[in-house]
């Protein structure tokens, strides 16, 4: 596997080797000795599955406290997926990060504890996976608005064929950065 850092610190792009052939493609999404060498996490409490449609965004989530590492991926369809980071002590803190995470390039993204996380489907029938080192818990969860202006996050909202994605109610109800409960 191979691990590239991000700009944002701690966060870590993993390109995951595949094997393939006439038959498909093999690779592996998690080994923990591999993990540890490249210092990131090992131990998880949950695995989660979402499938949406083209034109969703989820998010941006985090909790606090109870901060959650997620190691996220797509294994069907394509996602815009942004990491914020929320430590005020930080020195890229309110900045965001976006890359595409596709069935087709099979990259995982880690995403440290600290972090407001969200993605914006960019194909119908989107499934995608992550990992997470702490439980949900929804009583401790904060939703960073999606279009905050201090923070500045460029969607791809051209490649939806519409002005503005579809949005659940609590995350239509997201807060600015300056109104959110933020990590030292």
């Not at 038959?23 to 060498?37: I, M, P, Q, T, V």
């Not at 980071?85 to 600290?114: C, H, I």
């Not at 051209?158 to 409960?181: C, E, H």
Request: aromatic share 12%.
């Amino acid at each position: 596997m191979e691990v590239t850092p991000t700009p944002l610190g701690g966060a870590v792009l993993i390109q995951p080797q595949v094997f393939g052939d006439d038959r498909g493609f093999f690779l592996e999404s998690f080994n923990e000795r591999e993990f540890k060498e490249a210092g990131l996490p090992t131990q998880f409490v949950q695995d989660n599955h979402s499938r949406s449609g083209k034109g969703i965004l989820r998010g941006l989530h985090f909790q606090n406290p109870g901060s959650q590492g997620k190691l996220v991926r797509v294994v069907i369809g394509a996602v815009w997926d942004v990491i914020v980071d929320l430590r005020r002590s930080s020195g890229t803190f309110g900045q965001w990060y976006g890359v595409e995470l596709s069935a087709a390039n099979k990259l995982m993204l880690w995403v440290p504890e600290g972090f407001a996380h969200g993605f914006l489907t960019l194909e119908d029938g989107t499934d995608f996976l992550y990992k997470c080192t702490a439980p949900y818990a929804p009583l401790l969860e904060h939703t960073l608005a999606w279009n905050d202006f201090a923070v500045g996050i460029e969607w791809p909202l051209d490649r939806l064929g519409s002005a503005a994605p579809v949005l659940s109610a609590k995350d239509s109800a997201g807060l600015s950065l300056q109104a959110l409960p933020l990590f030292d």
